[in-house]
C-alpha cells in the first residue's frame, strides 16, 4: 500500500474509523483469544451442578469436581433439547451424536473425591453437561449451560502501541473551524467596509 503524502487523504481512512467506531471495526477483533472461562462442575450421586449458567463463547475450561463416592464423568452436549429431554439410547444413556443433540466435549473417570480439568472451543448455543455412566443421567445428572455471543468493547481493543487515529479528522475539524470564522471575519469586515463607503 503507498503512503497517501497529503494529511487530507490520511484523514480519509482515519475518520471511516471513527464513525464504524465501537461498531463493526472492533467486532472484527478476536475477542475470545487468551481468555479462557472456567466453569467448576461439582458432582455426586445424583446429581451435577456448575458454577455458572451460562458463559461466553470461545475457551471453556471445565473443573470437575467428583464429590460423591462413585465414578462420574461430564459431557458437554450442544442441543435445544431441556436437560431433562435428551434423547436415548436403548441402555438408557444419553445419545452422543444425533441431529438434536452432539456431544462437543468430554471430561472422563473422574475418580470419587478428585478433580479432573478440560478445556473445550465452545460456539454460542445451548448446551446440556450430564454425565453418561449408564443410570446416571436418567437418575438426575444433568444441567443445562447457555454460551453467549461474544461482543467487544473499546476496552478489548489490543494495545497496539500506536497513536490513536483521532489525530487528523481533529485537525481537519479545527481546520475547518478557522477557515469558517476566516470567512465569517471577512463577510463581516467587507460588509463595515462597504457600509462606510
Ligand atoms: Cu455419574
Known sequence: MSIPRHPALLALPAAALIVLGAGSAALAQPTSQ???????????????????????????????????????????????????????????????????????????????????????????GRYVLLCNIPGHYKAGMAASLEVLPTVSGPTRLPNTGEAPAPAY???????GALLGLGLALRRLLGRRTSAER
Open 169 to 175: 479528522p481533529l485537525y481537519g475539524a479545527a481546520g
Open 34 to 124: 487468551g481468555d479462557t472461562t472456567t466453569v467448576q462442575v461439582a458432582e455426586q450421586e445424583f446429581a451435577l451442578k456448575p458454577s455458572v449458567i451460562s458463559v461466553p463463547a470461545g475457551t471453556v475450561s471445565f473443573s470437575v469436581m467428583n464429590q460423591g463416592k462413585v465414578e462420574h464423568e461430564l459431557v458437554v452436549v450442544k442441543t435445544d433439547l431441556p436437560p431433562t429431554g435428551l434423547v436415548l439410547e436403548e441402555d438408557n444413556t444419553v445419545a452422543e451424536d444425533t441431529p438434536q443433540q452432539k456431544a462437543v466435549g468430554e471430561v472422563e473417570e473422574v475418580a470419587p473425591g478428585s478433580v479432573k480439568t478440560s478445556t473445550f472451543d465452545l460456539a454460542p
